[in-house]
């Protein structure tokens, strides 16, 4: 199981992702441009001392990732608030890839259509959306909890 960001805007976000992966034993993947320089204090602040503990792969655009994706032959999962399956009602396998969008525009639409599945979490209506960690954290939290327990 691995996650993806498609141009991160916000350190802190990433930060706090990057850290989940490190704690869940997930892959992260950041495909460029991100909206902050890796080195940014934010970043680090919000990784601390687990950014050595996962393991990162930066893409530099959509297409090389796309063409990483395809060698590997992963699923490729987006998250996002124009989807019509419920994230919980999804079958997930141990080779996805959960993506996530950009904190300030989502994804494109080559994204989108690249996309095996497009999912969603369901909030009160009238709502915008859920912070991009807590979404991470959230499919993360499902998908592992479907992979590492299928009786569940």
Same mark, same amino acid.
């Given at each position: 199981? $691995?996650?993806?960001?498609? $141009?991160p805007?916000?350190? $802190?976000? %990433?930060?706090t992702? +990057?850290?989940?992966?490190?704690?869940?034993?997930m892959? =992260?993947?950041?495909? *460029?441009?991100?909206?902050f320089? &890796?080195?940014?204090?934010?970043?680090?602040?919000?990784?601390?001392?687990?950014?050595?503990?996962?393991?990162? %792969?930066?893409?530099?655009s959509? /297409?090389?990732?796309?063409?990483?994706?395809? =060698?590997?032959?992963?699923?490729?999962?987006?998250?996002? %608030?124009?989807?019509? %399956?419920?994230?919980?009602?999804?079958?997930y @396998?141990t080779?996805?890839?959960l993506?996530f969008?950009?904190? /300030?525009?989502? &994804?494109?639409? =080559? &994204?989108v259509?690249?996309?095996?599945?497009?999912?969603?979490?369901?909030?009160?209506?009238?709502?915008? /959306?859920?912070? &991009?960690?807590?979404?991470?954290?959230?499919?993360?939290? *499902?998908? +592992?909890?479907?992979?590492?327990?299928? @009786?569940?």
């Open positions: 199981m $691995q996650i993806a960001l498609f $141009q805007d916000i350190a $802190q976000n %990433t930060g992702i +990057l850290r989940l992966c490190a704690c869940l034993g892959a =992260a993947h950041i495909i *460029e441009p991100a909206g320089p &890796v080195s940014d204090r934010l970043f680090r602040r919000a990784g601390m001392d687990y950014l050595d503990h996962v393991s990162l %792969t930066r893409h530099d959509w /297409s090389k990732f796309e063409e990483w994706r395809a =060698a590997q032959g992963n699923r490729l999962l987006l998250f996002t %608030t124009r989807a019509a %399956t419920d994230y919980r009602d999804f079958h @396998q080779s996805d890839i993506l969008g950009r904190e /300030s525009a989502g &994804v494109t639409d =080559a &994204v259509e690249a996309a095996d599945a497009r999912l969603v979490i369901p909030i009160t209506p009238g709502l915008r /959306s859920l912070n &991009v960690a807590m979404t991470a954290a959230m499919a993360a939290g *499902e998908a +592992l909890r479907q992979t590492r327990n299928p @009786q569940a």
